[in-house]
């Protein structure tokens, strides 16, 4: 089963950029790699979804080296409001299709002022 | 607008007497999904559903129980509920077509259910 695994927290300050790796080391051929973000009692929100290399959106960009073991949320010049849970997900390697996801722990991102 | 629904919000309830926590979508989604969210555990998917009468465990399904008679409707069960069921309930869809492993999923505000 493709398990991720990130950093249970990170602390920044607005302005910075904030890269958050995410290891994913089973991960099926033809998996992708999204990463959602959670506020507080509030529903998970997909951010980006990537295969390989980079993908960029107006949120954020999602670095995938090749060979796919790993994956980088990158969020240009945080705020206050970028303070979240952020979920790394890939899909699962051994019942492809089946719908069956993995959620990692997810890392809190506290963003200070 | 498109959205997932989920009712009640809030609920709580004592030991034993069987619930019902619906979830509605209106996007046409083949599959939806039931996660619960503890401090520290992150998400966990309880139950999913591919389509209609197509339903199948997660990683945490003990307690739980699911139909899926209409596709934009996966209430979820809890026949005998006990305190450690107490938790922060979400309901997800997305679209059943996947291609090349393509998962958006949408999730609904939430279900925060107490057992006393």
């Known amino acids: 089963l493709a398990k991720t695994t990130q950093p249970i927290s990170m602390d920044s300050y607005e302005g910075q950029e904030v890269n958050i790796t995410c290891s994913h080391n089973n991960i099926a051929t033809n998996d992708y790699i999204t990463w959602y973000q959670q506020f507080p009692s509030q529903g998970p929100r997909f951010i980006i979804q990537g295969y390989k290399t980079k993908v960029t959106n107006e949120v954020a960009s999602l670095f995938i080296p090749a060979d796919r073991k790993s994956s980088t949320l990158s969020l240009p010049r945080v705020s206050l409001s970028d303070t979240a849970v952020y979920y790394c997900l890939v899909g699962d390697g051994e019942r492809r299709n089946t719908g069956k996801l993995i959620f990692g722990q997810g890392t809190t991102l506290q963003v200070k002022p | 607008e498109a959205q997932v629904t989920q009712n009640p919000r809030y609920l709580i309830t004592v030991t034993g007497k069987k619930l019902t926590v619906t979830c509605s979508q209106n996007?046409?989604?083949?599959?939806m999904s039931w996660y619960r969210q503890d401090p520290g555990l992150g998400l966990r998917q309880i139950y999913y559903s591919m389509n209609v009468e197509v339903t199948d465990k997660g990683d945490v399904p003990e307690g739980y129980k699911v139909s899926r008679k209409e596709k934009r409707n996966f209430p979820l069960i809890l026949e005998s509920p006990s305190p450690n069921q107490t938790s922060l309930y979400f309901c997800?869809?997305?679209?059943?077509?996947?291609?090349?492993?393509?998962?958006?999923?949408?999730f609904g505000p939430g279900t925060r259910l107490t057992v006393t």
């Open positions: 997800a869809s997305r679209p059943g077509q996947v291609f090349r492993g393509y998962y958006e999923q949408y």
């Open positions: 996007m046409n989604h083949e599959y």
